[in-house]
């Protein structure tokens, strides 16, 4: 069977979870399948994949005109596929246009959704009328639905209430656990002003509304003074948000000693390290799916503080492996009825770890094991294949 993988990231450009998933889904499908990954951006070396660019005549037009773009080309490219697999929105334009064109079944797997993204209105203008277009068309002509969670299955059928329910499947995300594992070297916290003698807590992630950090640097005002915060926060949205986080991060620095801001997207062994050495990891997002990076952390040992939305709950053992904050919304943007309410819940947890690093520890090492038992990638490329499987058979 060839199966072609549609997406805007895939290494070396990988800069979010759907990225990462579409990396170790390709790599563990290519046991089973013959696969074609057809991404974003410039030629790759590796055999079966092809980058594509924006057309030239597109260069200067909207951001969601130009993947529009890209995806009529990569859905040319695509066929003699048995099969289409879109990844976001910025693929499912493609996998769309493949289906109508070729008659190929199309499975889309939805890390997000548009409609709970609003504030992307801030980064696409008037292209968020049309992302969100893009999505709902691919979405309801699906031949099947992948949700990374139970609460993105039922984000799919809140939002999209036309599609069937028995279309919609849940298969998690996954974890190397081989890649994703302690390192207990220092050379990566030193050369980048961490020091390993004093407890920290770190975040990892995009500066964009969706990951919280806005809420983690005022919850940060609290935080045990003796702790550093380690942010590895890049890639922001949009101009504003880079600017509001720059203004609240020299903010805290003027409270407080141990901040340490790396701006830009590091490769994953030094990302390892820095979260094998953390006392806590923290994911304040509001709005996740399910969120690759919370497994991350679990397998390298460390405990998480979470914020108990979306798929989070699912991954993150409240209690067991790490402690989720509560969170109260109502607004179409995620954001906290209470924001000081949330900031405080937060840092109360992140203190309850600092002040307890046995604690920290046992929740570290149960979140590894989980890690290993529970999502492992080539059962979710079983998982996956048999799915297609059952919409290819004659």
Request: glycine content about 10%; aromatic content about 6%.
């Amino acid at each position: 069977m060839r199966v072609d993988l549609l997406s805007r990231e895939y290494p070396p450009e990988v800069y979010g979870g759907a990225g990462v998933h579409v990396e170790y889904l390709a790599r563990e499908l290519r046991r089973l399948a013959d696969v074609r990954v057809r991404c974003f951006g410039p030629p790759r070396p590796e055999e079966g994949v092809t980058g594509y660019r924006v057309p030239e005549g597109l260069q200067e037009a909207n951001a969601a005109l130009r993947v529009l773009g890209v995806d009529l080309e990569m859905a040319a490219g695509c066929a003699g596929a048995d099969l289409v697999h879109s990844h976001t929105w910025y693929a499912n334009f493609a996998g769309h246009v493949a289906k109508m064109l070729y008659g190929t079944p199309h499975v889309v797997t939805t890390h997000s959704l548009e409609p709970l993204r609003p504030w992307k209105a801030e980064q696409l203008g008037g292209g968020y009328t049309l992302s969100s277009w893009a999505e709902r068309g691919a979405l309801a002509t699906a031949d099947a639905i992948i949700a990374v969670s139970e609460g993105m299955r039922r984000d799919v059928l809140a939002c999209y209430p036309e599609i069937p329910p028995e279309r919609v499947n849940v298969i998690h995300n996954g974890i190397d656990t081989g890649e994703y594992a302690p390192d207990h070297g220092v050379d990566v916290l030193s050369r980048h002003g961490i020091d390993p003698g004093r407890p920290y807590v770190v975040f990892v992630g995009r500066i964009t509304r969706q990951k919280g950090l806005v809420h983690l640097l005022h919850a940060a005002r609290e935080f045990d003074p003796g702790a550093q915060l380690v942010l590895c926060a890049g890639a922001p949205d949009t101009p504003e948000i880079a600017e509001e986080v720059a203004g609240l991060v020299r903010g805290l620095e003027q409270e407080r000693e141990g901040v340490v801001w790396i701006s830009e997207m590091l490769p994953r062994p030094e990302v390892i390290q820095i979260l094998t050495h953390a006392t806590v990891f923290v994911c304040p997002s509001v709005y996740e799916p399910m969120g690759i990076v919370n497994l991350e952390a679990m397998a390298c040992e460390t405990a998480v503080v979470a914020t108990a939305t979306g798929g989070i709950p699912e991954v993150v053992a409240d209690g067991s492996t790490g402690l989720l904050v509560p969170i109260a919304q109502s607004a179409a943007d995620g954001t906290p009825d209470d924001p000081e309410r949330f900031a405080a819940d937060l840092a109360e947890r992140v203190n309850r770890l600092l002040a307890d690093p046995a604690l920290a520890a046992e929740l570290g090492a149960a979140g590894r094991v989980r890690a290993v038992e529970h999502f492992s990638w080539p059962r979710i490329a079983e998982r996956t294949m048999d799915l297609y499987r059952s919409l290819t058979r004659p």
